[in-house]
């Protein structure tokens, strides 16, 4: 069994493995539009500008994400949108695509940096902002016919000091729909820019078709190029067709060669000839019997209505909790499976740090990340083993170089186009600072990074590129440096099982939200997620609701209070025990009788210490007036620091306490003493003439000095009720367990008396009273000062320790010293408590 309140009171780290659902929708909220224009009326009418509209997203109270422009004139740009509109209703979210994506990603695992993302989204909400309603879609409600084509194009060559960076994988999904009002067929097309720009031929400008060119497409590739490294572009175009998808080839994906012939871009005639319209492809009748045949039918003349860009937004909830994680310096930790890029554009909207030396790469370094273009061809052609002989080196003369090859590419969009006036150049690629800090890359690199290098990686915020074996391993890395770690993961992952039993304190969260369309939702979706949900909170410690995330927070708080009140308790119990015995011992060395029997050790041992022990356990907690303390790394070596402060507390606190016992012992026995009266006897007492003067016995003496010690303890045990608050602000008399506590120890003090004969009211004199009376305000004096010594202690040490540079890394923390205990507000706000003699400051904590 776990001790969550000790697990979760001395966390030191929270980590997040999932990203949708819990910090982010499920999916990725429209961010921009983009077509093209005319650009004025005095430009010629082919001078098309390229239009940018953004769009913003706002969560709703029923969890849904309401999408609206920026600019509240946009209707002056219907014609265009709903072009793009209509693109994406026929073309919208269904179950086909799914198949259609694994299959990429098998596909993406032999063509070098690339990566089958999923770019198409649930955007049915478009449709329906620009004006279409739910019955636009009637005349399409026939099962359309899917064609998926991808295209085996490596992707860029990695930057100088950047990390592991992927391309989408080349492809465009399209469907083919029967229009139930005319006897044609609508194509509507989804992809990457440049498998769609290969296709298209024509541009939308919102009120007629412009023969697309290679400005047109350069403008629409480098856009592409910019957003899809930080967030998700979507190129959408639209064919019409008179004939349907032929049996054979429905629902089929098709690999597109890298160097084929495209079709010459030309103007639209006003009139055509029978003969010229039947040699267009649009009218082409004969039936397609190979792969070259549909591709060339059905990947050609596109018209590019415009792309969609989207991105990942934040839940407000998420940016509340990193917050608030970070004023109690619970380090926040978000591993991304995403790419540096992308995953740094998140965790700022999450409010991380992901700047210079902020984040670590834990992707492998592959020997085929250094492929170019021409390498993939020469690998597809005489083998991977082959490329890198010098014998074989007259076949590479035979091929063309990169450039060539890319000129080949670009070029081959506006072949035959009026508007080329010069060669196609090479598209620049998207310049991006690269992280050139030395942190490792790679999970084998971590480790002997920590050891030779620095401690970087266990102090940044964000951890990308990450794979379940990865996190796995880096939590263990984690763990073996000291951190206690909880782990939070989505409960519909099952790869987060491992990563569940190996953490420290681990919580499921069931997403919010779905994968579903967000118009049309599937209504069995949530029992599907309420039935994972249980079964993956076998693999957990505990299940949590996604409306209740923000509650991990204050559970930290108040788990903290209480670690911190069992080990103040404990403390004192050690401390008072040490006390006792260093009070028989100090008897036995001087040759006196012992200072308490076996029934008063008994009772003070078994009784008085565990009452008062507990009675500031339970010590009641206000978040609007307690400190909160933090807890440092897990360590079994003790600090120096620890060790001087529980040696000078316990030579201040407790040992005068038990010097004075010893001495109120000592004086009680030599003046009840008489010249027969030895001091090792047994008894101690004589006859007298007069009742008054009969001295006391050695056991009345040690009544009096166990009332003695109770009073002391219960005074004692006063400064470890509110450890960092004094007296006069928090009173111990108002923790109710705490006072209660000390009138059981007192009264078992008095009906132990009473009951071994001793009648404490006839034994007491005005010398023990009065002693008692000045010895309980002293040490209440002296406590008082030592509590105030670490009061301003830990004031001195906060603005120390709310900002520690670490290798250019700056943790910061909102962190207040609190006032109560310093300049003596009553209405102290929360403060975060990192020196205290119960928590000793450990340097190495971020």
């Known amino acids: 069994m776990k001790d969550f309140v000790a697990l979760i009171g001395s966390l030191t780290g929270t980590s997040f493995f999932d990203k949708k659902g819990l910090l982010s929708p499920m999916n990725p909220c429209l961010d921009k539009v983009i077509f093209f224009r005319p650009t004025s009326e005095e430009q010629p009418k082919d001078s098309l500008s390229l239009e940018i509209m953004d769009l913003s997203s706002e969560l709703n109270y029923d969890g849904s994400w309401s999408v609206d422009f920026d600019d509240p004139n946009w209707s002056r740009f219907g014609s265009n949108l709903k072009a793009i509109g209509q693109c994406l209703l026929m073309n919208r979210c269904d179950s086909s695509f799914t198949p259609f994506l694994d299959h990429l990603s098998a596909v993406a695992s032999t063509v070098p940096r690339t990566i089958a993302t999923a770019c198409r989204r649930c955007s049915c909400v478009f449709p329906q902002l620009i004006g279409f309603e739910q019955s636009s879609a009637e005349q399409f409600r026939k099962l359309p016919q899917t064609l998926g084509f991808y295209q085996r194009r490596p992707g860029e060559a990695p930057l100088p000091g950047l990390t592991k960076h992927q391309t989408p994988l080349e492809m465009a999904y399209a469907t083919v729909h029967a229009d139930d009002r005319s006897l044609y067929y609508h194509m509507s097309c989804q992809g990457t820019a440049n498998l769609v720009l290969e296709a298209c031929t024509h541009v939308w400008d919102g009120e007629s078709l412009i023969p697309i060119s290679e400005r047109l497409c350069k403008t629409a590739a480098d856009f592409y190029q910019r957003h899809s490294v930080t967030g998700y572009c979507l190129a959408l175009s639209y064919r019409p067709s008179v004939r349907p998808v032929e049996d054979p080839f429905k629902n089929t994906y098709f690999e597109v060669p890298l160097l084929r012939d495209r079709p010459r871009i030309g103007n639209l005639v006003r009139t055509h000839s029978l003969d010229s319209s039947q040699d267009d492809a649009f009218f082409d009748s004969a039936p397609q019997k190979t792969v070259e045949d549909v591709i060339q039918r059905y990947l050609t003349g596109h018209v590019l209505c415009g792309m969609i860009v989207t991105q990942y937004e934040v839940m407000p909830q998420a940016v509340q909790l990193v917050d608030q994680l970070e004023n109690l310096c619970v380090r926040f930790v978000y591993f991304s499976r995403e790419n540096e890029l992308r995953s740094r554009v998140f965790a700022e909207k999450l409010g991380l740090e992901a700047g210079w030396n902020c984040h670590v790469s834990l992707a492998e370094v592959c020997e085929n990340d250094g492929r170019t273009l021409k390498d993939f061809f020469l690998a597809k052609v005489y083998g991977t083993e082959n490329i890198n002989n010098p014998a074989d080196s007259g076949y590479k003369k035979n091929f063309k170089s990169d450039e060539q090859l890319h000129l080949i590419y670009s070029s081959s969009y506006v072949q035959g186009s009026p508007s080329v006036k010069k060669q196609s150049q090479v598209v620049p690629k998207v310049v991006v600072l690269p992280n050139k800090a030395q942190l490792p890359t790679g ?48 409960s519909l992952s099952v790869a987060n099982t491992n990563i569940f039993l190996q953490a420290d304190v681990s919580m499921s969260v069931l997403p919010l939200g779905d994968w579903s369309c967000s118009v049309n939702p599937s209504r069995d979706w949530q029992q599907i997620k309420e039935m994972v949900d249980r079964l993956m909170g076998t693999a957990c410690d505990f299940r949590l609701a996604y409306d209740r995330i923000l509650a991990i927070p204050p559970l930290i708080v108040a788990c903290r209070h209480r670690l911190a009140s069992v080990r103040g308790s404990l403390a004192f119990h050690l401390f008072a025990s040490c006390m006792l015995s260093t009070s028989l011992l100090f008897t036995a060395v001087s040759f006196l009788p012992l200072l308490f029997d076996y029934d008063q050790v008994f009772l003070t041992v078994f009784v008085q210490l565990p009452c008062l022990t507990l009675g500031s356990v339970f010590t009641p907690f206000h978040p609007t007036a307690n400190v909160i303390r933090i807890s440092s790394k897990n360590s079994n070596d003790v600090q120096r620091q620890s060790i001087s402060w529980a040696a000078v507390n316990f030579l201040v606190g407790f040992l005068p306490t038990s010097l004075y016992l010893v001495m109120v012992f000592f004086f009680l026995l030599v003046g009840n003493a008489t010249v027969a009266c030895s001091f090792a006897d047994v008894v101690c007492s004589v006859a007298s003439d007069h009742l008054s003067d009969v001295p006391l016995s050695t056991l009345s003496i040690r009544h009096i000095v166990g009332l ?29 367990p705490w006072t209660a506590s000390c009138v059981v120890c007192l009264v078992a003090q008095v009906l132990f008396s009473y009951a071994s004969g001793v009648a404490l009211h006839k034994v007491l004199s005005i010398f023990s009273v009065s002693g008692i009376v000045v010895w309980t305000f002293f040490i209440l004096i002296v406590n008082e000062l030592v509590k105030l010594r670490s009061i301003r202690s830990f004031a001195r040490e906060q603005p120390r320790t709310a900002s520690i540079p670490q290798h250019g890394l700056f943790v910061t923390s909102a962190v207040r010293v609190e006032q109560e205990g310093v300049t003596g507000c009553p209405n102290a706000p929360i403060s975060v408590a990192w020196l205290h003699p119960l928590f000793p400051h450990d340097d190495t904590h971020p």
């Open 708 to 736: 003695h010690q109770a009073l002391s303890l219960c005074v004692l045990s006063s400064a470890w009720v509110y450890p960092l608050s004094s007296f006069w602000h928090s009173n111990p008399l108002a923790c109710l």
């Open 443 to 490: 999970i084998a690199a971590v480790r002997p990074h920590l050891e030779q290098v620095d401690n970087v990686p266990l102090l940044v915020s964000l951890i990308t590129d990450c794979t379940s074996q990865a996190n796995l391993e880096m939590l263990e890395i984690m763990q073996e440096y000291g951190e206690l770690v909880l782990a939070i993961g989505s």
